[in-house]
């Protein structure tokens, strides 16, 4: 059997920005006493997820169902509860239409509880990640994170440090685009203002109504440049006959 090859996903702030999503989605609950389906809210929110990030899916997709030695994960220290990282891995399934990926991995314990069996430390730890996969030592791993993780930076790992990916969706554009969509089938129009001051006790009043995304510093991987290096890990090949390509090229030139 040839090696494995494991493209491992961080989920917050590298695959997308959720922490508005979990801002509605808590006071929807508050309010209603009702948990709305998250996919509901992904939908009316694309731009909560990193851009390029669908891209890279589908060419994983594609690359998947030719070779069964890919594998993709979602590694997480999110704490919320499995069934929240679950419902973002089904969404992004949806999208793509396929089954993508092959294990997901939430955070060791919540609230004390150990919410996931196979990790032994709220660390992302290689020999975690190995008991929960079945990763073996030939194998290789393609590691996106935004944050770095000291233990994952090892022999068999590359790993791509990413400028964590942040959406300001303002409160205005949150509450407006949710109350007048389809979707809101819990809030009436005359109990409007009653929900908005419910989301603005809990979160803040943002009146602040200027959309822009943007990074930080932890790490210094932009999102244009993931996709080749997902490539390039993927297909190797590609990368040395481009190389040769472009020498001959330039051979050509001066003759």
Not at 123 to 142: E, H, P, S, V
Not at 145 to 174: C, W
Not at 214 to 226: A, D, K, P, R
Request: one cysteine or more; glycine letters at 4%; proline letters at 3%.
């Amino acid at each position: 059997m040839k090696p494995r090859k494991y493209i491992v996903f961080d989920l917050d702030e590298t695959i997308g920005h959720f922490y508005k999503m979990s801002s509605l989605y808590n006071t929807i609950w508050d309010y209603s006493d009702k948990q709305i389906n998250l996919q509901l809210l992904l939908e009316l929110y694309p731009e909560v997820f990193r851009p390029g990030i669908m891209k890279i899916f589908e060419y994983l997709k594609e690359k998947k169902i030719k070779d069964k030695s890919i594998k993709v994960v979602i590694f997480t220290n999110n704490m919320g509860p499995k069934s929240w990282t679950n419902a973002i891995k089904r969404f992004i399934e949806k999208k793509i239409n396929y089954k993508l990926f092959d294990h997901v991995i939430t955070g060791w314990k919540i609230n004390g509880k150990i919410n996931e069996p196979l990790r032994t430390s709220y660390m992302k730890l290689l020999r975690d990640f190995k008991r929960a996969t079945g990763c073996k030592n030939k194998d290789k791993i393609l590691f996106l994170d935004d944050q770095y993780h000291e233990d994952m930076n090892k022999k068999m790992v590359t790993y791509l440090h990413l400028k964590p990916y942040k959406k300001n969706i303002s409160n205005k554009i949150l509450l407006n685009r949710f109350l007048r969509s389809s979707n809101n089938k819990i809030v009436k129009l005359n109990n409007w203002e009653d929900f908005i001051s419910l989301y603005n006790e809990h979160y803040g009043d943002d009146d602040d109504d200027s959309e822009q995304s943007y990074h930080t510093n932890n790490g210094t991987m932009l999102s244009g440049q993931i996709f080749p290096a997902v490539r390039n890990f993927i297909e190797p090949s590609i990368k040395k006959t481009i190389k040769k390509k472009s020498k001959g090229h330039k051979k050509t030139r001066r003759l």
